[in-house]
């Protein structure tokens, strides 16, 4: 078990760092935007829930062939793995078009809906229509991103995702402020410097699979010509995962709707708050997908029993590890909103939100890594598919309306309420895993 520990580690670091990465991001460009006043952060909050959206149904779809390719491997099957790597960029790309489309003719009504303020609308289309362009390049890199780290390559894509963060990080700081000669852009400068580093990234991802003839250097042919049988499989076991993730994705999407409408602060407060927690929950979504890759495998080599092993030492270390982490966040909160230029009544706002944040920081890496590591992987993204969106829909998004919209509850009891959802998820999920039911040979 100590051999588990140790290539877990290898696997998850990676893993984290990636996801930190990508989260470094969005927060970048919040915090350097946000110097300009809190009219733009509320234009890239808005615009940046649209590429939430997408980038949860994207990560739905990785997830379900994440499911095959983890056991595939398992069995080293690499053909397979690369049907399905196929597969997943074939949905990827048509998914990104869709989300193209919506966004270049339709950024009027998405930001209307969100009740954005006039001097938010105007910078928010434009910003929207042009961040956009890169949807296509995260959708392929995305795929490829799947696929190397079910084969337990995780570092590529912790070095893709830093590659980009560079870049982004330079060109906002060239073209939002007007440095080395360019003109001072604002919130389109943060637009063009996110699609040029989307695209950086697709070229580091491609350059090394193809340079260092890793197993996903396949063919055009090879990817694109999958059997039938290959994809009837795929819909019948991933449909469940890709249908939580859009579900989920939905339902965080109707919660910023809610909260856009209690005060015109709370937006630009759950655009920080959210952008701060996605940061604090990497290395428990590095965990719960190198968990998952773990418990795959050994589901897909028919090590039942090992796989509940795994499930139960992951669980123990996500409890311990979140409940240090909680202690920390909570009381570095001054410092972690310091670089934000925003006014008296957000920060104070700020401040009290994450505090829950921290609270509910515990629960929620014990859930992401039952549902999304090991009930998923272990071959029954079904039941995942009932507990997390019946906790979303039945018990969150009532909630948050309750409080938010009917009974006209401030910004922090109605955030507060919404979390109910993750206390009962954590109740079900723990009970189910005990029941030893997700463990399903998914490949065989």
């Avoid at 733009?40 to 939430?52: K, S």
């Avoid at 979303?392 to 006209?408: I, K, S």
Wanted: glycine residues 8%; hydrophobic residues 55%; positive net charge.
């Amino acid at each position: 078990m100590n051999q588990f520990y140790k290539k877990f580690f290898i696997l998850m670091l990676p893993m984290a760092l990636k996801e930190l990465i990508s989260s470094l991001t969005n927060l970048v460009d919040t915090i350097m935007i946000g110097r300009l006043g809190d009219a733009p952060i509320a234009a890239i909050g808005i615009g940046n829930q649209v590429y939430f959206l997408f980038t949860v149904f994207l990560f739905g779809i990785s997830c379900g062939a994440g499911v095959f390719s983890s056991q595939f491997w398992g069995k080293q099957d690499i053909p397979k793995m690369r049907k399905i790597l196929g597969l997943n960029l074939l949905l990827a790309m048509g998914l990104a078009l869709v989300f193209i489309f919506a966004a270049v003719t339709f950024p009027v009504q998405i930001f209307n809906a969100f009740k954005a303020a006039p001097e938010t609308l105007n910078e928010g289309v434009t910003y929207l229509r042009i961040v956009c362009i890169g949807y296509f390049a995260t959708a392929i890199t995305t795929a490829f991103d799947s696929s190397v780290c079910c084969s337990e390559k995780a570092a590529l894509p912790f070095i893709v995702r830093a590659v980009g963060l560079l870049v982004n990080v330079i060109l906002n700081w060239i073209l939002i402020f007007g440095r080395l000669g360019a003109p001072a852009m604002g919130v389109k400068g943060a637009a063009v410097a996110t699609v040029i580093a989307r695209f950086s990234e697709l070229a580091v991802m491609l350059s090394a699979v193809y340079g260092r003839k890793m197993i996903q250097a396949a063919s055009f042919k090879e990817l694109f010509t999958i059997p039938k049988e290959i994809v009837v499989k795929f819909f019948k076991t991933s449909s469940a995962v890709i249908l939580n993730e859009m579900a989920w994705a939905l339902g965080t999407t109707a919660y910023s709707w809610v909260f856009a409408r209690i005060s015109p602060e709370a937006i630009v407060v759950i655009t920080i708050v959210q952008n701060i927690e996605r940061l604090m929950l990497v290395f428990f979504h590095g965990g719960g997908n190198a968990g998952g890759v773990f418990i795959g495998k050994a589901v897909g080599a028919g090590n039942y029993e090992e796989a509940y092993e795994y499930g139960k030492r992951l669980a123990v270390l996500s409890v311990i590890t979140s409940v240090v982490l909680s202690l920390i966040f909570v009381a570095a909160r001054p410092i972690i909103l310091m670089p934000y230029q925003v006014s008296a009544e957000v920060y104070n706002q700020s401040m009290n939100l994450l505090a829950v944040v921290a609270v509910m920081m515990n629960i929620k890496a014990l859930t992401f890594l039952l549902i999304v590591g090991v009930f998923r992987n272990g071959g029954n993204p079904g039941a995942a598919f009932l507990i997390d969106i019946g906790c979303v829909w039945l018990v969150g998004v009532p909630m948050v309306t309750l409080g938010g919209l009917v009974l006209h509850l401030p910004l922090l009891i109605s955030y507060a309420m919404m979390c109910s959802e993750e206390i009962v998820k954590v109740i079900i999920s723990v009970t189910y895993f005990k029941k030893k039911k997700w463990m399903r040979n998914v490949v065989s």
